[in-house]
Each structure stands twice: as C-alpha cells, then as structure tokens.
T-cell receptor
Framework: DTAVSQTPKYLVTQMGNDKSIKCEQN?????MYWYKQDSKKFLKIMFS???????INETVPNRFSPKSPDKAHLNLHINSLELGDSAVYFC???????????????FGPGTRLTVL | AQSVTQPDIHITVSEGASLELRCNYS??????LFWYVQSPGQGLQLLLK??????LVQGIKGFEAEFKRSQSSFNLRKPSVHWSDAAEYFC????????????FGSGTRLSIRP
C-alpha cells in the first residue's frame, strides 16, 4: 500500500545512454513533481505536473523530459546521460491547486542514479 | 529571489539532550515555511509547517518550530532527542503565489551520541 513509489530504486548506467525512471502514486492526487538531490544533499525541484499539464519547469536541460500518461503517473526520461546527472531523484505528489494554498507533498523513496 | 539558509551542516547531540536546528530565509513577504526530515535511504517526510497565526507550531515526533519575523528565522526544536531522530533535516519555503514550488535549504545532518 505504498503511497508514492518509484522504480528502479538504483540505476547504474554509462554516459550517453538513455534511461527512464517511473513514479506512481495511489493517493488520488492530481499534482506530481520531480526533484533532484545532488551529492551535497541539495534538493531542487525540476518539474511539476497538474492534471497531466506541465506547470513548473525549472532550468533543466532539455535532455530531461517528463511524461505524465495519467494523473497517477509521472515518468522522467533522460537522454544522453552525463556524469553530472548522477544524483538521487525524488518523485512527490500533492492534491489541489498550486497557488494560494499549500497541500502537503508526499515523497517517494528516491531513485539513485549513477552515471559512469 | 527567495532563499533558505541552514548554517549548520552537521550537529551531534547526546541522546536525551535538547536540540535546536537553525533556519533563516530571505523573502519579501512571509512565505510558507516547512521542516522536512529525511531518514537514511528514505524520502522526505513533513515534520511541520507554518502559514500564519500562532508563531509556535507543533509537529510530529515531538518537534516544534518558532517563526520569528524580525529575525527571518524558523528554528526547529525538540526538548529531548532520541537515537531514532538521527537524520537529515531540511528547512524549506514556498511563495503564496506558487505554493507548490518549494525551495529547500541545504540540510543539517543530525547525529545522536549514545
């Protein structure tokens, strides 16, 4: 009965490869997020989708492409992986409007990506 | 631009001792303020949040935080820590106009001395 799940938990790959990370939430939320946590634990938002529509898109290289097939899923595809992409990627979800009110974000366990 | 500063990278306290983790923010108005905890290998869990009203907020696991507008601070406290409190703690802010976009501090790692 995991609330926010991510697969895989660990991902080790070579530079230049293309990889995807999947996220699913069973909380009935309509907003989902991707965050990147670097080796110094610095956590930064990358993208946010509300009802399958992109609403937050930070200055992320266009090698990163989020895809939301439905409200319960938000996948992250990364093309031409680089060494600097090594990090822990967290998915999160929340319910409701995105301005004027805050709805708690629930985080997944993270995917540790290592690019060799 | 809004920012969050956690001046302590790593703190060690003895089990049973009191704890205070510092957080300062930079923003033109009062933002939403949060404390999250990340246990090793886990995602983040919300400990507590402040939007308005009483400046002393209570959270889960016996934590509390106090908002001080004059100091732009939102420090986290616990009167008596337990070994299970060892984790990474993140202070965060969000703007009223974009409440879902959370800006995190750099984190404070808490170690507990037996």
């Amino acid at each position: 009965d995991t609330a926010v799940s991510q697969t895989p938990k660990y991902l080790v790959t070579q530079m230049g490869n293309d990889k995807s990370i999947k996220c699913e939430q069973n909380l009935g939320h309509d907003t989902m997020y991707w965050y990147k946590q670097d080796s110094k634990k610095f956590l930064k938002i990358m993208f946010s989708y509300n009802n399958k529509e992109l609403i937050i898109n930070e200055t992320v290289p266009n090698r990163f492409s989020p895809k939301s097939p439905d409200k319960a899923h938000l996948n992250l595809h990364i093309n031409s992986l680089e060494l600097g992409d090594s990090a822990v990627y967290f998915c999160a979800s929340s319910q409701g409007p995105t301005s004027g009110t805050y709805n708690e974000q629930f985080f997944g366990p993270g995917t540790r990506l290592t690019v060799l | 631009a809004q920012s969050v500063t956690q001046p302590d990278i790593h703190i060690t306290v003895s089990e049973g001792a009191s704890l205070e983790l510092r957080c300062n923010y930079s923003y033109g108005a009062t933002p939403y303020l949060f404390w999250y905890v990340q246990s090793p290998g886990q995602g983040l869990q919300l400990l507590l949040k402040y939007f308005s009203g009483d400046t002393l907020v209570q959270g889960i696991k016996g934590f509390e935080a106090e908002f001080k507008r004059s100091q732009s601070s939102f420090n986290l406290r616990k009167p008596s820590v337990h070994w299970s409190d060892a984790a990474e703690y993140f202070c965060a802010v969000a703007m009223y106009s974009s409440a879902s976009k959370i800006i995190f501090g750099s984190g404070t790692r808490l170690s507990i001395r037996p």
